[in-house]
């Protein structure tokens, strides 16, 4: 049986880094990856329209100076290609291919209490012996396949946003469907109605959307940037989701601003674009009636935008804007105006069933060529819990979290040694910009395995006590916000039946400065020995 010092489960961002660091620091290490290429959500997300909501200049590592004084990123906000063929740069760059195994999917990981040992099985029927596990398995990479009756007889094409296919889809002249409107289907759309014959969109719920405003960078931004790229990084790791330094940071209430001003304001952030529409006050997040005045700016710009009355009403989102992720577009509602685009509210015409050649709803049959799953992910827990991971006293991990994810930090869970996470529920992971995220996670379990061999110890794992009071304080902090107060996938609630917890931590840095400080009291809430 092959034995390692450390096992990487994913070649994402995280994988990737943490690939690098460990065996920098002389660990005999490996990275197994389901996929048959690096980049993870950039690999199986391929849509058409597929782009990175956080700034290129932002959405790339910082560890090595050399790489982001040499990578030139060509848009504000890069496609999945480009991504993907910066993973690919990374990987080659950084010589990680050698320690990648492709198209080996993890199966289960049971933990071994007498060797101390985790304990391994591949699909590929491998069994491999490893002292730590680390999975960078990522937040969105367990598609969400919601139950519809009928679909087994659809004789049509079906298509998921995030298991794209990796030739090319040719859409034209066909009659699609799409399910869903989170950020998946908002970026695909106006492509696909582009490219395709006839577009229907079924949506359950209207979503929030800002123009992107992408365009190409120019050289100037660039070189500005790149001569104080460290600077530029560190302002905005000081930033509430790791990103944006230049457009976050308010520090007025949208509730102390008169009506004109703040209307202005609004009105420079929609043209400016992107996440900087939720940084023009400090309580949009916060506070319910500063919210409602950005909420009722952009039914506004709905509404002024798409030409049908009916439709621009159907499209109009109704909650708190911020608390499912905001969606970023290019040509979002534009597309309704097309003629060959249509819309339909499944709350009041619901789907009753999939035919064999098309969908059924409560008004209409709908006939189709190609229907289209933008239904999103089994989030943060999703492949966790797909592994058949075993702890102490072979208890799951799906046991264990049964009422919900319970970790210290997001980093570990007790009864489950020398298992880490990266990005894990109960870390600001996809609330920020991951890849920031990403690497303080990869550092922090560098230094944590580093320090268990200076201390000649070979396990660790959180107290109960410690991750209770970290599930209990993640809780209150998001309950200080207006993220708990909507239906959205950080709660699990589009899965039916997945506990509703909030999963993600609220509040970059001062997480950060708690990560440090757990280090700088001996690993204050983990057992060492
Ligand atoms: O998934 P989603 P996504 N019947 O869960 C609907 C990141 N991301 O893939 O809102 C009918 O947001 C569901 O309806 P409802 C980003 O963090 C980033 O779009 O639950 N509809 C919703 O409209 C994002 O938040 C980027 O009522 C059903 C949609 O499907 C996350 O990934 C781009 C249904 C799912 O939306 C997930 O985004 C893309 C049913 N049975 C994604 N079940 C960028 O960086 C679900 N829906 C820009």
């Known amino acids: 049986m092959r034995e390692l010092d450390v096992l990487i489960v994913g070649a994402g961002f995280a994988g990737m880094y943490m690939l690098h660091r460990l065996r920098k620091e002389g660990f005999s290490v490996k990275c197994f990856e389901k996929g048959a290429g690096v980049g993870g959500t950039w690999y199986w997300n391929r ?18 100076e050399e790489l982001q004084q040499e990578w030139e990123w060509s848009e504000r906000y890069s496609g999945q290609p480009e991504i993907l063929r910066y993973a690919n740069h990374v990987a080659d760059r950084f010589d990680l291919r050698r320690d ?7 199966l289960s990981a049971h933990f071994h209490a007498t060797a101390q040992r985790w304990i391994v099985k591949t699909r590929h029927s491998e069994t491999l012996k490893c002292q730590y596990l680390i999975m960078a398995t990522g937040c969105l990479s367990s598609t969400n396949h919601p139950h519809f009756d009928g679909l087994e007889d659809f004789n049509g094409r079906t298509l998921h946003t995030g298991e794209w296919p990796h030739n090319e889809v040719n859409l034209e002249n066909e009659k699609v469907g799409i399910i869903g409107t989170g950020s998946s289907a908002i970026q695909a759309i106006p492509h696909i109605a582009e490219e395709c014959g006839h577009l229907t969109v079924f949506q359950r719920t209207p979503n929030f959307s800002i123009p992107a405003r992408n365009q190409p960078l120019s050289a100037e931004e660039v070189n500005g940037i790149k001569a104080e790229y460290q600077e530029f990084r560190s302002l905005n ?12 940071g308010a520090t007025q209430s949208a509730l102390d601003v008169e009506d004109e001003r703040r209307r202005q304001e609004f009105e420079n952030r929609w043209e400016y674009g992107g996440f900087s529409f939720l940084g023009a006050y400090n309580d949009l997040g916060l506070k319910l ?16 935008i798409v030409c049908d009355p009916e439709t621009a009403k159907k499209l109009s989102p109704h909650n708190v804007i911020g608390c499912k992720r905001l969606c970023l577009d290019t040509n979002y509602y534009e597309t309704y105006n097309r003629d060959n685009v249509e819309l339909v509210d499944v709350n009041t015409s619901p789907i009753e069933r999939f035919t064999a050649d098309g969908i059924k709803t409560s008004d209409s049959v709908y006939q189709f060529d190609t229907v289209i799953f933008a239904t999103g992910f089994d989030a943060m827990t999703g492949t966790l819990l797909r592994v058949d991971i075993r702890g102490l006293n072979g208890q799951t991990l799906k ?16 009864g489950f040694p020398n298992l880490f996470m990266i990005s894990g529920p109960g870390s600001p992971s996809v609330l920020t910009n991951m890849i920031i995220s990403i690497e303080q996670h990869v550092d922090w379990i560098t230094d944590c395995i580093n320090s268990i061999k200076g201390k000649k110890a070979s396990l660790i794992e959180p107290t109960p006590d410690a991750e209770q009071e970290w599930v209990q304080y993640v809780n209150a902090v998001a309950d200080q ?26 509040g970059f840095p001062n997480y950060v400065a708690r990560c440090d400080d757990v280090v700088a009291n001996d690993y204050q809430g983990f057992v060492i020995q």
């Open 481 to 506: 916000t207006l993220y708990p107060t909507c239906n959205s996938w950080y709660l699990g609630a589009n899965i039916p039946g997945k506990p509703r917890v909030f999963m993600p931590h609220v």
């Open 100 to 106: 990648i195994e492709f198209e080996t999917e993890v």
């Open 237 to 248: 790791r000081l930033m509430p989701a790791a990103l944006g330094a230049k457009f976050m």
């Open 289 to 304: 009636e500063a919210n409602k005045l950005a909420a009722q700016f952009v039914r506004e710009k709905v509404s002024s």
């Open 47 to 64: 849509y058409p329209g597929a782009r990175c909501d956080v700034e290129s200049m932002e959405y790339s590592y910082s560890w090595s």
């Open 399 to 414: 046991e264990k979290w049964y009422a919900g994810p319970i970790t210290y930090l997001g980093l570990m869970t007790s």
